[in-house]
């Protein structure tokens, strides 16, 4: 699973490097260094903007992490629906209709994933422990995750109230690549450029078509480093979060 990341690059710097053509500074969220599930988020998108002609154009929006499904009853299950599963998000409920036609980009410096190792099985009360990682793109470029998003109507606040709507999404995730496996079994779905025009394209609808998309990267282009434990708490947010850390607990990945 992805339950959390970093996002520490402006909004000027995600409009250069994704070639975004529409944005207000005013309300994109400034860096993350901790994001965690109902925060908000930015997601590059492609669709009409407000006022302007039908044709989509790329976008950065601010998006809430956790997708509520345009049926849902309330916005509560939105923690649970942080992830969608590349081998089942074309027929889950809750995701096909957006992975249909609500794709987007979710930049990331690279995601934290804890890994569990075993204490001393000869100290007294042994516990498992957790270390946490930073696994981010070896050459440092921008982690460009898989996501989609769905918009929700909150029917106890008027219509014309622009908090009655919500934007909400969820990252795509596959399984981990083998050297990342010992960390955690799954991933998310990275997506490298040459992909980002097909992925946020409203015009493939299709959705056996969107899933030749859904292949994971090849192996080799993220690394993991382990960080500090500060990065569990989310009050903690800053860039010394991905500095390396000297490991509690020494764990094999290779």
Request: glycine share 6%.
């Amino acid at each position: 699973m992805c339950g959390r990341y970093a996002a520490g690059r402006g909004p000027e710097e995600l409009v250069r490097l994704f070639g975004v053509r529409d944005w207000d500074p005013e309300q994109a969220p400034g860096p993350d260094w901790n994001v965690a599930p109902t925060k908000p988020v930015s997601a590059v998108l492609e669709r009409p903007s407000p006022g302007g002609g039908p044709q989509p154009v790329r976008q950065l929006r601010t998006l809430r992490w956790g997708l509520v499904p345009s049926w849902s009853k309330s916005p509560e299950g939105a923690v649970k629906m942080i992830n969608a599963r590349a081998e089942t998000v074309h027929q889950k409920p809750a995701y096909r209709q957006a992975f249909a036609a609500r794709r987007c980009l979710l930049p990331a410096d690279g995601y934290y994933e804890w890994a569990v190792a075993a204490a001393d099985p000869g100290a007294p009360r042994a516990k498992a422990r957790k270390q946490p990682y930073l696994i981010a793109p070896a050459d440092g470029s921008v982690l460009a995750m898989a996501g989609l998003y769905e918009f929700w109507r909150d029917r106890a606040v008027p219509a014309e109230d622009p908090a009655a709507w919500w934007c909400t999404c969820t990252v795509v995730t596959t399984a981990a690549e083998p050297a990342l496996a010992a960390i955690h079994d799954r991933m998310p779905l990275v997506l490298p450029p040459d992909r980002w025009d097909a992925w946020l394209d409203p015009a493939l609808a299709d959705p056996e078509q969107a899933r030749l998309l859904l292949a994971p990267p090849p192996p080799g282009l993220l690394a993991a480093r382990p960080v500090s434990a500060a990065v569990g708490s989310v009050r903690n947010n800053g860039p010394e979060l991905l500095h390396p850390a000297e490991p509690e607990t020494p764990l094999q990945l290779f």
